[in-house]
């Protein structure tokens, strides 16, 4: 008999399935035995199988979701003089991945229902900044509805466009692969994510083999043989351990993507007619998002919500506040960001959203308890 909860973390990482992690240790031990420590077969058969699994043409693996962005961008050429569009709602790596390769960032702001860049302001942009190259980022496992209208806009004003994808490994636009579509996509394998490594690593996609295999060169020292180096790059080589456990979790990954999706399904369902919205991915005008389930992203009234925090607290509920500010209000941007175009769209939605519970085989008993317990604050406070 299955007891109650009493408690949902946030997440739980441990949630694997059965005689997963003797398999990825089976497979370190023998790979340490044959001597394979910063290379080897292993890393190609993980690329292989990443090829496959997220339907792209070319991918460079790399050591973290940051870099992958900076190789990217330094892939393109980018650097000192050029301007680099993001939107204001974002995890700071993109902004300072930027800053990371000399160019300048320029934030501009998000659509208050969709969370997302829409193509109006990002043409509006292009037009005030001619900007060098845009970085469109696919937060919470979604994607911006005007993705296709923005991938033609840059196309056609000769702007790079890279789609940070760290929160959208497996998210699906129009019945096909989000990462796979994009002309360049990077995504981060950080353990939280859909697909997690144990500890840090990357990628990048691209529609283009010669992208991804300059990026290869540029994550080993600009390698062109062991030792002629035909660029100035860094070390940003992925791990034998970590493809191994990539690949790994690459077997079971439709099944993660399920159980996230019915999760979010769960909350949609049972919290509607709350005064806690539940946010999805925008399906309109013919353009369909499959979301991975990465986050459950709610929105609740902004006076309310330290108060709900402490609740969330009081009940042992993980949350989380993702994110809780704009890109152009960091401290740490002002020294960097000599343009911006914002209205505070961004800032405001950061003082409202609430994240959920939401992670890999959560259990019935769990998402109830959270479901009952959100119930029945905003009974008692509403």
């Known amino acids: 008999m299955t007891s109650t909860p009493t408690s949902v973390p946030f997440i739980d990482l441990l949630r694997t399935e059965e005689g997963f992690l003797e398999t990825v240790q089976s497979r370190v031990s023998l790979a340490l035995k044959e001597g394979h420590y910063a290379s080897g077969p292993e890393v190609q058969s993980c690329q292989h199988s990443m090829l496959a699994v997220s339907e792209s043409q070319s991918l460079a693996l790399c050591a973290n979701g940051t870099d992958a962005i900076q190789l990217a961008l330094r892939a393109y050429g980018l650097g000192s003089g050029d301007k680099v569009l993001i939107p204001d709602m974002t995890f700071w790596a993109t902004f300072e991945a930027v800053v990371n390769v000399a160019a300048t960032p320029i934030p501009i ?40 209208e923005i991938r033609t806009l840059c196309r056609e004003r000769n702007i790079h466009l890279i789609e940070d994808s760290a929160q959208a490994f497996g998210t699906r636009f129009n019945d096909k692969s989000l990462i796979g579509e994009a002309p360049c996509a990077t995504t981060s394998f950080y353990p939280a994510k859909v697909l997690g490594a144990s500890g840090d690593a990357g990628a990048v996609f691209a529609k283009d083999a010669k992208i991804t295999e300059l990026i290869g060169k540029l994550a080993n020292h600009g390698r062109m043989d062991h030792y002629e180096h035909g660029w100035v790059g860094w070390n940003s080589r992925i791990g034998v351990y970590e493809s191994i456990f990539l690949e790994e979790s690459l077997k079971h990954i439709k099944q993660r993507l399920e159980s996230r999706r019915k999760n979010i399904e769960h909350y949609t369902r049972e919290l509607k007619g709350l005064p806690l919205e539940v946010l999805r991915a925008s399906n309109s005008s013919g353009k369909k998002v499959l979301e991975n389930g990465y986050l459950s992203v709610c929105r609740v009234d902004e006076a309310l919500r330290p108060k709900f925090i402490e609740f969330l607290k009081e009940k042992k509920i993980g949350f989380g506040t993702v994110y809780p500010g704009a890109m152009s209000r960091q401290r740490g941007a002002q020294d960097y960001m000599k343009e911006s175009m914002t209205d505070g769209t961004a800032d405001r939605i950061s003082k409202t959203i609430i994240n959920l519970p939401c992670f890999t085989y959560m259990t019935t008993g769990e998402l109830d308890y959270v479901v009952e317990n959100v119930r029945n604050f905003f009974k008692k406070n509403v």
């Open 109 to 148: 702001d998000v659509n208050w229902n969709t969370l997302h860049l829409c193509a109006k302001e990002v043409e509006k942009a292009i037009d005030k900044f001619s900007p060098q190259a845009l970085i469109l980022v696919h937060l919470y496992g979604w994607a911006s509805p005007d993705t296709e």
